[in-house]
């Protein structure tokens, strides 16, 4: 649930203490530009539409961008050099501090002692650095360095998180054919001869979907029309246990492998997946909020009494000085939100009880590896944050987002109900037509369909992501109005 913000970046920075780094200012200046050329968002933090949106560059997102076999040719490689000169500076220094050497040795003992070098090709995300490591039989794997934190106790964060990332990707090699990374090996703090935390994982065939066919400076971020009807198939696929036979139907080409897919993962509670001492898989607690939780009622209280919103008052009221209302009213919208969600917890969710679905944290284009001739997917990468979830917060894809109209300037809809802006109406039949996919390939039951086509859960997913991913502002009030008439 990854949302752009709407205000201005040194604003953000002051709050915040310190610059951020480039590809959060280009957000920022992406939003500044939208504003500019339209009154009734400038003041709102309301996300950005499709078309401006999809213009951030891939390489600008927090996503880790993973190799492809023509990685030579992947925008979001560069060199170690460049990288060091031009990147972000925790990044480069996440870089230096590494012992790239013992790194390479340490994936040379996991791989039958076969020599391996790093290769002049690195990437970064948010938290964590990539680089390509190559094998004397020409192999490759890519060795994932976690961005070490100044914060002792997000550090430790960190460190769950990653062994949460660890263990969900055996979980889903262990219990499906989904193409996710395999991890040939890892550490989870820097008590190593690399000195770092570290994954050494499998380089997955195929390219990113927002690099594919010239990536950014070709279709600025936006999936062409023509592959847009078989990507979201495949992806409709990678959403639930399919058949065969409808896959062949369908001709999905390359998801022939996925047979058991990704909200067919369930647990009994909701929460992260860890491994437990027996060797299998359980859920663990959820950074910030708790659990794990037998109940989706019970997650819902949990989150309401830790949730804490991302911007003080003072600087709610900067961003509220042209608002359609006043910034104190705003303020008060938003400290009662987490109350009047706990008040009505035990009524949010029409599967209470488990098993729970695994949701991707970021299911956007950036982390969907596809063939580049034909569209369709062939893995699904960046596993960080990724947990067990009550049903109400499976969401679209993200390239699928769309606000809710009790969550935005009632004047952008028309008397049917309908968005006005023609990009939005699109995004919406999309929507309807990716529900019927999935429809199509569900087998064993069809309750993501049911939530994909659930006006109670597309407003509370995405309430749910804005307050808690970013602090977005909104009507969060109008959208308790509705789930109040939406839930018995």
Known sequence: MKLQILCDVKICENTCGGAFPLWFKAIFLAARRLASSSESLSPVLYPLPKSEKQQIPPHHTHSIVMPTDSSDSTSSWTTVQDFLQNGDSRAASCFRRTRWDQLCLIASNANRDLECVALDQVTSGLNNVVRLLEFSDRSRWAARVQIK????LREQVGNAGLGAEVATMQFIKDHSDLAVPEVFAYALDENNPAEVAYMLIEVLPGIVAMDALGGYEVHRGVIPAQYRQPFYRSVAACHVRSDQALLDRFDFRELTVYQVQ????????????IRNQEGGYESGPLPGIG???????????????????????????HMMQRGPISAERMIAIIEEFPSRIKAMASRLSTSNDGPFPLSHDDFLHSNIMVDEKTFNVTGIIDWEGACTVPWELVAFPEFLQAMPASFDLPHKYGPDGQPIDEEMRQTWRERREYIEMV??????????????GSTRSRTLSYAYGAFTSIGKLGFYDRVIEELETLVT
């Open 291 to 317: 659990g794990p939780f037998d109940t989706a009622a019970g997650f819902f209280e949990a989150w309401a009494d830790k949730v804490k919103f991302k911007w003080d008052k003072e600087t709610i009221r």
């Open 262 to 273: 990704i909200t067919s993962l369930r647990l009994p509670k909701i929460g992260t997946i």
């Open 439 to 452: 429809k199509l390939v569900e087998v064993e039951d069809n309750l993501l369909s049911t939530s994909l």
């Open 149 to 152: 934190s100044t914060m002792c």
